[in-house]
């Protein structure tokens, strides 16, 4: 029952593959056909309500943000717009943290970009990639001015990418009370 994840190439066109398997120099087994789709790129930055440039380690920028507003009880949808400054091996883990003016958290998603339907592995240079994202807010929320905290980790060993060459590893975007 041994499982085996395999990483075909970014570039790979489209179409359908035979998916072989052979062990040591025995013989070669075909294992049936597997079919990879297209990806579909962007490299058109979108027009967003809160444009931004943050750079995250050299691998990716955001280019700006959009969020509805903070209600307790109510979900936190935040848009997010990233380039990728240059084709990246790992894959790395965006977090988004809502925090109060204490720096306490009051809600988060952390994973991989497109609910981690999408790997930064996959990311050309230039390419601009958006996602949008659900903050689960509690119903006990108080007012008051929140923040998002955003970042990029690797999962294996927690260390951040630095932003705009800052080593802390988070860009705080401040936003409006409602």
Do not use: C
């Not at 507003?69 to 979900?75: L, W």
């Amino acid at each position: 029952d041994d499982r085996y994840r395999v990483r075909l190439p970014r570039d790979l066109p489209a179409g359908v593959y035979d998916l072989t398997l052979r062990v040591g120099s025995g013989p070669t087994v075909t294992l049936g056909a597997i079919e990879v789709h297209a990806l579909e790129r962007t490299f058109t930055a979108p027009t967003l309500a809160h444009p931004i440039r943050a750079d995250f380690g050299e691998r990716m920028q955001l280019l700006g943000y959009e969020a509805t507003a903070i209600r307790a009880g109510q979900p936190l949808t935040v848009t997010l717009a990233w380039r990728a400054l240059r084709t990246m091996a790992a894959d790395y883990t965006r977090f988004v943290h809502l925090t109060d003016a204490t720096g306490q958290v009051w809600a988060q998603v952390d994973g991989g970009p497109r609910r981690g339907q999408y790997p930064t592995s996959l990311w050309m240079q230039d390419e601009v990639v958006v996602e949008q994202l659900t903050l689960s807010l509690p119903d006990d929320l108080p007012p008051g001015p929140y923040t998002l905290r955003v970042g990029f980790y690797l999962q294996s060993d927690g260390a951040h990418l630095p932003v705009n060459g800052e080593e802390d590893g988070r860009l705080d975007i401040h936003l409006k009370e409602k």
